[in-house]
Nanobody, 117 residues
C-alpha cells in the first residue's frame, strides 16, 4: 500500500490550503489516520488525527484553524483543511494510516506547505 499526499503549495499568511492523501488501494481495519509535519531543522510532529470512530485530535497550535476528515469508501482518503495559515505552519506535511491488530503504519511521501508573511 502506498499513500500519495498532495495539495501543498505557497500561500500568504491568512490563506487556506486543503491537503489530500490517497491510498493506492483501500485499507481495511484502520485504527487511525493522521497528518504530521516536519519543519526544517525540527522533529516531525503530530498535526491532527482521526480514529475509525471519528474522534479527532489536534495539536494545540492548529486547533480552531485546521480540520481533519477521512473517507474509507472505495478509496481510502484523509484530508486536512488548513485555514488562517501562519508562517510557522511552513513544513513538509505527511499523512499516515495505522491499522488495527497488526498496527501496520503507512506513510505518505510528504507535501510541502510554505506560508509567506
Amino acid at each position: 500500500v502506498q499513500l500519495q499526499a498532495y495539495g501543498g503549495g505557497l500561500v500568504q499568511a491568512g490563506g487556506s490550503l486543503r491537503l489530500s492523501c490517497a491510498a493506492s488501494q483501500r485499507i481495511f481495519n484502520i485504527n487511525a489516520m493522521g497528518w504530521y509535519r516536519q519543519a526544517q531543522g525540527k522533529q516531525r510532529e503530530l498535526v491532527a488525527t482521526v480514529t475509525s470512530g471519528g474522534t479527532t485530535n489536534y495539536a494545540d497550535s492548529v486547533k480552531g484553524r485546521f480540520t481533519i476528515s477521512r473517507d474509507n469508501g472505495r478509496i481510502t482518503m484523509v484530508y486536512l483543511q488548513m485555514n488562517s495559515l501562519k508562517p510557522e505552519d511552513t513544513a513538509t506535511y505527511y499523512c499516515k494510516v495505522v491499522t488495527s491488530g497488526t498496527r501496520n503504519e503507512y506513510w505518505g511521501q510528504g507535501t510541502q506547505v510554505t506560508v509567506s508573511s
